[in-house]
């Protein structure tokens, strides 16, 4: 099964090219920190030969405390990502909330990401879909995986076909996310790249009261199980210190544990590959008690899907 190609500077995504990584700090702390992770996790991809997308924000404005560190903002943050993407060549990636922050930060980054929260508001996907640039959309944590067609529906009403759909988990009663391993080759489905946020799919939403907690121990088994599905890409956010780190530190992985887990990674996707390519996956989800879900047939580049009126 065959995704559409999506080109980001000189790294290819989908269409049968290999694995992909995204990664970088949760947020900008300081341009001199953004440089350091940066250099270290290039550094960790080329050692795996994985291509390399930088990801950092300039702020995170969906915190759960307003006392949080949210970041440098949008006109210092987009400065300090510029200089990352010129001075290490490496394609970047950073999330907006809102639709007036769309043209800016398209004018600097390869990708602009929506949140989870907001992968349904229109105005902002559409916004986002009219810069012309690649756009990944992270799967709200309330949604079905084949729920996304809505969503991908609305950025190509925008003639805007470079898109890239992400997996960060699913809320599972409070304070839990868990992680459906059938959602990725049925958003693949769909007829996009579908990348695996490894590190936010072991966060434990509002577990430390004013701030979100997190078992990054369990980043790797989730990594390499979402890798020996077909993904298309793997999303990981890391730091050189995760435990002093300003946001997300606990789901947070380490720079120096990179190299390891993304050689692994990379051994697994070039095992699966060819088959991922070649496999048919069925339309439909056998669940249990007999219940049946169905999986939409994939998207025709060019075409739009059908919706339910």
Known sequence: MLTREIKVGSVNIGGGNGLVLIAGPCVIESQEACYEAAIGIKEAAARANIPFIFKS???????????????PGLKLGLEIL??????????????????????????????????????????LLIAAGKTGCVVNVKKGQFLAPNDMRNVVEKIRSTDNDDILLTERGTSFGYHCLVNDMRGLPAMRRLGYPVIFDATHSVQIPGGQGTKSGGERQYVPALARAAVATGVDGVFLEAHPNPDKALSDGPNMVTIDSLPELLILLQSIDKLVRATVQSENVEPRIELSRGLTVSVPAPVVPGSAPKLDK
Do not use: Y
């Not at 404005?61 to 970041?71: I, K, T």
């Open 57 to 71: 924000s300039f702020d995170k404005a969906n915190r759960s405390s307003s006392q949080s560190f949210r970041g």
């Open 82 to 123: 510029a200089k990352i993407k010129k001075d290490l060549n490496v394609p970047i990636l950073t999330d907006v909330h809102e639709a007036d922050q769309c043209e800016a930060a398209a004018a600097v980054v390869d990708i602009i990401q929506i949140p989870a929260f907001l992968c349904r508001q229109t105005d």
